[in-house]
């Protein structure tokens, strides 16, 4: 059986966005299953006691403005700091995800041309159109898709995630949870890498040593 890795993210993030394509670099090449969890991420900050951004001190926002500098040019992903479409609500894109894999498909390549939608080419991704756009042009059929992220289960399995995400520890985006190990953030990814090419136990916050 092969291992599997709960990637909680939100479509809204510019971390999850930088490291997506990392992320499903290192789950293929140690043959891991990825279980998608979009989240809605302010209901997870509310119960964990995150601040969503224009909450937060200057100081952070300016050293999150150097961070994506960073991190740009180290993961070579085209990202515009200040998107005209941002803050965007990523729910009705989140739906069409969670209803893709509940058909069976595999929604990486939609996730990465939302995002850079979002993050690299100032497209406004709240709009139906858009994500029906994406969900066409990465093989999908998004006449059905719509239909489907309209549905009571899509919707139900949508809000479950937050609490699924409490229980897991996830309280940011990008987690990727390895039985039941967090790592959180796209910088972490290098030891989610480390941890699966080892085979090591996972690390338990109430460890004794």
């Not at 803050?87 to 990486?108: E, K």
């Not at 709009?127 to 719509?146: S, W």
């Not at 409490?166 to 990727?176: K, L, R």
Request: with cysteine; proline share 8%; charged share 20%.
């Amino acid at each position: 059986m092969p291992r599997s890795i709960d990637y909680f993210f939100s479509l809204h993030s510019p971390w999850t966005y930088l490291g997506h394509a990392t992320f499903l670099d290192i789950a293929a090449s140690h043959g891991c299953r990825i279980v998608y969890r979009p989240v809605p991420l302010r209901a997870v900050f509310d119960e964990t006691g995150g601040l969503p951004l224009p909450k937060r001190h200057p100081v952070r926002q300016r050293y999150r403005l150097m961070d994506l500098q960073r991190w740009r040019e180290r993961r070579g992903v085209p990202l515009v700091l200040q998107p005209k479409h941002f803050p965007f609500d990523p729910n009705l894109a989140d739906r069409f995800l969670i209803a893709i894999v509940q058909a069976g498909g595999d929604p990486g390549r939609f996730m990465a041309e939302i995002m850079a939608g979002v993050w690299a080419r100032n497209d406004d991704m709240t709009r139906p159109e858009a994500v029906a756009e994406v969900a066409q042009a990465t093989g999908f059929d998004a006449q059905a898709l719509a239909a489907a992220a309209d549905s009571e289960a899509v919707r139900q399995n949508y809000e479950s995630t937050i609490a699924a995400a409490i229980e897991a520890g996830v309280f940011g985006a990008p987690s990727y949870v390895l039985d039941g190990e967090v790592f959180w953030g796209q910088d972490r990814l290098e030891l989610l890498d480390s941890a699966l090419a080892s085979g090591r136990a996972p690390y338990r916050p109430d460890a004794s040593a």
